[in-house]
């Protein structure tokens, strides 16, 4: 996916603003971080796209809810 929307023809994001977490680096952490910096720098016409492509899970005591899952997520 990443390729697909940084392609330099066809794609929506310039590649130097597009970033990818992947395995280990996918951290809860270091995503919401880097989410808030970039955030932090947006101006007003500014687009913010997230990509998420993950695991997820669904509490049993609520259906309506849906986590996300990083990494670092512990289900125990």
């Known amino acids: 996916m990443h390729n697909l929307l940084t392609n330099e023809n066809t794609g929506l994001i310039q590649s130097a603003n597009a970033v990818q977490f992947l395995n280990k680096q996918a951290e809860k952490f270091k995503i919401i971080e880097h989410i ?41």
């Open 36 to 76: 808030k910096e970039t955030v932090s720098k947006l101006k007003q016409n500014d687009t913010l796209t997230i990509f998420w492509s993950s695991h997820g899970a669904r509490p049993e005591s609520d259906e309506q809810e849906l986590y996300l899952i990083t990494h670092d997520t512990s289900i125990i």
